[in-house]
């Protein structure tokens, strides 16, 4: 299988499309199985006791799986987020960064889903989990 | 039913618990049926469109929910999110606050579980729907 | 507000297109707020203890709310449902009816989002809430 | 690892416990990686059009995660799902069994939290996914 948007594309596209937040990312792999992406944690992503907040895991699962759905179906597309669901497994460790990996379960003409485990850089177990959806527009797609 | 922190306390806890974001919010009500929580919308919670981030109004369910807890165990208590489940449901009004009202469907001694609405100001169709799940230190309390 | 299906159009439409649980639910209410309807609990309906059944309270949300997004759009509608997200607040009274009340959030073109809130008949507290989201068909629809 | 229950232990587990929906299930697998469950479909869990019901696919999903941390923690254990979002997919194929994997993503002193695909038999793409938890007794248990 070809990516519509490979990393370099879904890259650029971050940093045109998402100035306000592109500068807290780094795109690490995007492949056919998904997309890795880091959250480069500095303090205006953490609350009290040293933990990243949950709007800034949200984030990262949002933009990591809006950029899997992106490296499938192109650039034109304007997928809106209409679900997201999160557990919050483990407090994240203090001082490393996160990472998102993407699986995609489903990519249909009208809503694509998938879900999202969070990492801390470096460990094996989970910090969080997501399942998200997206409408995506109608404008007829090949496949 | 009294409250065991009013509006003015829960307002304190915010500026000085949340210092990171405690400027991004305003108390509007705190009483036995719930609060509302203001967002006031500026560009760093937009995303291209003029629309507020879907992180932006998961913080504001979060932090909603969070106060309207606080308001009922008092401010001794840390609870931590575990769970949320956001139906993003409507394109926020450009140019609009956000206002979140809260519902506490349950205050257990280990889970509290609520549903927060949240409109654009002036506006009667919800934007967003949040349900929200915390766990609760286990000491004793009374009631 | 007109219901395009008032409670004996649903009740009839639940009685032949639903033929396998139809005996399982009795609608109580439908008017433009929502409806109200009643699972018969039945000793299949249980769970080891007494209490109902996780998925007989599944159920109950999501027929709950498929009559609530019918009683708008007419029985042409083939609504299929895409997302639940329940929580399970309480444990049921043993002996005791379930009721669920619906309240519709969005009833867009593509996608109809509701919760649903459950009760042991004849209890204030509720024992479990359920989002749910639908996929409508696409014809165009008037209003 | 070892198992606290394996595939036997489990198995006679769900006949003696569960007697009202044991003959709907088989159990496959179950190791340290989780268990797979199979559905049995028959008439009862069907729908109009001769699909799998969402109450159905529910269950099966419900009771496989429940299994798969019984097979960790043993049966004396009394696990009470508080939460579950279920994403429905694909239409499951007519006449084919469902099968359920289960995923493990916490298992803490007072919640599991785990994931579950299920997929129509000899199918590659998920007809659904559901993330669920449990609340544990607190009884103190080793490791």
Redo the contacts between chains.
Sequence with gaps: MTLAMDKAALAAFLTR??P?VAADFALERADPAGVTLRLRVA??H???GGTV????M??LA?VAMYLAILSRIGPEALA???????????KPEAGADLLAETRL??LGR??A?G?V?VFSEGKP??VA?A?M?Y?LPQAPRGG
Tied chains: 1, 2, 3, 4.
């Design positions: 499309d998402f306000q303090s205006r953490l609350r009290p907040s949950g709007p800034a949200f984030a949002d809106v987020t209409t679900n997201a669901a999160m557990d919050f497994l483990r379960l489903k009208r809503l889903v879900d485990l177990d989970p989990r399942g959806t409408a």
